[in-house]
């Protein structure tokens, strides 16, 4: 089916590396405590040297937003405010770009050249991001399949988003500058389930250098989408590998509707170009209306403007895919170019309060008659007319078919308009920071202590440990390898009971609700420190790690209280035993007794006592009273 429609996908993965200070300055990458300050900023577009402004930066600068930014000194400094010129690169972060590069049989470059990429999104600071080329070429060979590699990238993380209202938007700075490599493959990926595993196999190289990050926001993938007879879609900010498939296929779906959309346009029109907008203020049609969203804004001092979309009627509203319509592409550019809440369209009205009549009024006032569409936004002029302008032009693109544009993913596949796609004037070099040579000598000594991939990692995992292969696959795949090892070695602790609960039982945990993301690798270690000393019994250990995912910064110790997990005494152990089985004591000879007698002793000491040690004790016991009689 792909193959037919002419599929292509490149990959662009992302993700945090793992050092112990940012790419251009000596903050530190991990999170801190301290009091924050804010400071305000406004950022607007400005030419390259060859006198041109990148669409995608002019897009930005129209909103003119308040930037305000979150700044705790602990890890933000002058160089994350664009107060003070950027430092050399990080060497710990270049020498892992430079393994993954080598890992992927890419060509280091001669020399690294900073280059500055526009981004005026308020993300950075200084209204561009570092980004420095490191190897090009390589490939990867995925299922049998040959993935060329078209670049390794580093690069410095941008701030995160704190919130965003209407001119408005708040950013942490502690993110900002923190080191990014990007893997971006060649658009030779065909099908959905093969983005996914070309993903995860770079995710793979990736990790095999021990020094990225993880957790939620430290990996990101970015798509390049695009069908034979449609446009190239970058689809931005894929967080979970598990989702690349759907996002893949719907975006398909997507290209495929527009593409029958401008067919029939193209019919309706008599291959004629969409006739030239006319904005009408269309405030009187809904002055006595009984619509609460309508009346609220202009209650406010909104104003209602109109357009009318010749030959659109019902396009707006067919759905081939559920959530697929060109009327959702509408709004999202005049949600995109103005900030308006969404708009208005004939298609799906009378509703939302507004009638009949109004709308018969309101194709009235703008001349529209039952094939054409009418598309209203009620919001303050400027805004309105700017979402308007935005709404014909994605119009006008749709009778062309596909625009080719940046989209951004949300967690149910379906994507969301962003921004024009960038132009060649968004990047240009950065004159603050000199190029750094990669010798040959400093290439052979990167190749000569190259890490172990994650397939070693397996086979070693496997035979050191006697894991079985199916768990050795989950330890990978939950990215708990080293810490089962660091485990494993510092405890007593069995390799299977410890590689069980890392994934199975984390995974139960996940799916019946606990936030296992609070137990970070830390509170781990200690937990299973806990269990090697005697302080609860395996069989607690899933009760332990819930209760303590839903009690952050509370002690192993208020766990096994609160449990009613309290350590029992070898001593009081033995005694009870011994006392139970001289009760029984003329069933001694009934093979069935252990199993009885375990009942009521698992009722009692559950999660307190290793099960194992407990059936011992009861065999050793009954085997005494049997030697007696």
């Known amino acids: ?40 900023r406004y950022l607007r577009e400005a030419q390259s040297e060859l006198g041109e402004v990148d669409p995608a930066a002019l897009f930005e600068s129209k909103k003119r937003k308040k930037i305000i930014y979150h700044i705790n000194p602990a890890n933000v400094c002058l160089v994350e ?20 590069a080598a890992l992927l049989k890419a060509t280091p470059v001669d020399e690294i050249h900073v280059m500055r990429k526009i981004v005026i999104d308020g993300s950075n600071t200084s209204g561009f991001q570092r980004t420095c080329i490191v190897a090009l070429g390589g490939e990867l060979v995925v299922d049998g399949k040959k993935i060329p590699i078209q670049t390794v990238t580093l690069e410095e993380d941008a701030a995160k988003i704190v919130s965003t209202s209407r001119g408005v938007v708040e950013y942490d700075l502690s993110r900002l500058g923190i080191p990014l490599i990007e893997v971006a493959t060649a658009p030779v990926i065909s099908s959905p389930q093969e983005a996914a595993r070309v993903a995860q196999a770079i995710g793979n190289v990736l990790r095999a250098t021990r020094k990225v990050k993880r957790g939620i926001g430290t990996v990101r993938q970015d798509l390049n989408v695009s069908i034979s007879g449609g446009a190239v879609t970058e689809i931005k900010g894929v ?10 296929e719907l975006e398909v779906k997507r290209q495929l509707h527009l593409l029958q959309v401008a067919e029939e346009l193209r019919k309706r029109l008599g291959g004629q170009a969409l006739p030239p907008p006319q904005y009408v203020e269309v405030t009187n049609v809904f002055q006595n209306t009984k619509s609460s969203m309508v009346r609220k804004k202009l209650e406010t001092g909104g104003k209602a403007y109109a357009v009318k979309l010749v030959r659109f009627a019902g396009l707006l509203s067919k759905e081939s895919v559920k959530g697929i319509r060109l009327g959702a592409e509408l709004a999202g550019h005049a949600k995109a170019w103005a900030e308006v809440e969404g708009i208005l369209h004939t298609d799906e009205l009378p509703a939302y309060g507004i009638t009949a009549e109004e709308v018969s009024m309101l194709r009235e006032a ?52 962003m921004r024009p796609r960038p132009g060649s004037a968004r990047m240009y070099p950065e004159t603050d920071i000199p190029p750094l040579p990669i010798t040959h000598e400093y290439m ?105 995912s839903k009690n952050p910064g509370a002690s192993i110790e208020d766990a096994v209280k ?47 006592v290793d099960g194992k040690l407990l059936h011992n004790i009861l065999v050793e016991k009954i085997e005494a009273v049997k030697q007696r009689s």
């Not at 994605?394 to 080719?404: I, L, N, W």
């Open 1 to 40: 089916m792909y193959d037919k429609l002419g599929l292509k996908v490149g990959l662009e993965v992302h993700r945090q590396l793992d050092t112990k200070r940012k790419l251009f300055c000596d903050c530190p990458t991990e999170p801190a405590e301290g009091q924050v300050i804010k400071i305000t």
């Open 81 to 100: 405010m664009d107060e003070e010129p950027p430092h050399d690169l990080n060497p710990e972060a270049v020498e892992t770009a430079l393994q993954i």
């Open 239 to 248: 967080q979970e590998l598990e989702l690349i498939p759907l996002v893949v």
């Open 366 to 417: 703008v001349g529209a008659d039952e094939q054409d569409a009418v598309v209203v936004v009620v919001d303050e002029e400027t805004k309105a007319l700017e979402a308007l302008r935005a709404v014909y032009e994605r119009a006008a693109q749709a009778v062309e078919g596909v625009p080719g544009e940046t989209r951004a993913a949300r967690p149910d596949g379906l994507t969301v308009y």
């Open 444 to 548: 052979e000594k990167i190749l000569s202590n190259l890490p172990e991939t994650l397939d070693q990692t397996a086979e070693r995992l496997a035979k050191t440990y006697s894991l079985s292969s199916q768990l050795v696959q989950a330890l990978i795949d939950e990215e708990k390898e080293e810490l089962f090892e660091q485990i494993v070695r510092a405890t007593s602790l069995p390799a299977t009971v410890v590689a069980a609960a890392l994934t199975e039982t984390m995974r139960n945990l996940r799916r019946e609700g606990y936030p296992v993301q609070n137990l970070s690798d830390q509170l781990l270690a200690e937990i299973f420190h806990s269990l090697a000393s005697g302080l609860f019994s395996k069989e607690a250990l899933p009760d332990i790690l819930g209760w303590m």
């Open 562 to 608: 609160s449990l009613g997990l309290s350590h029992v005494s070898s001593k009081e152990l033995e005694k009870e035993v011994e006392e139970l089985v001289q009760r029984h004591a003329a069933e001694a000879g009934d093979p069935r007794l252990v199993n009885r007698l375990m009942g009521d002793l698992m009722k009692k000491y559950r999660g307190k």
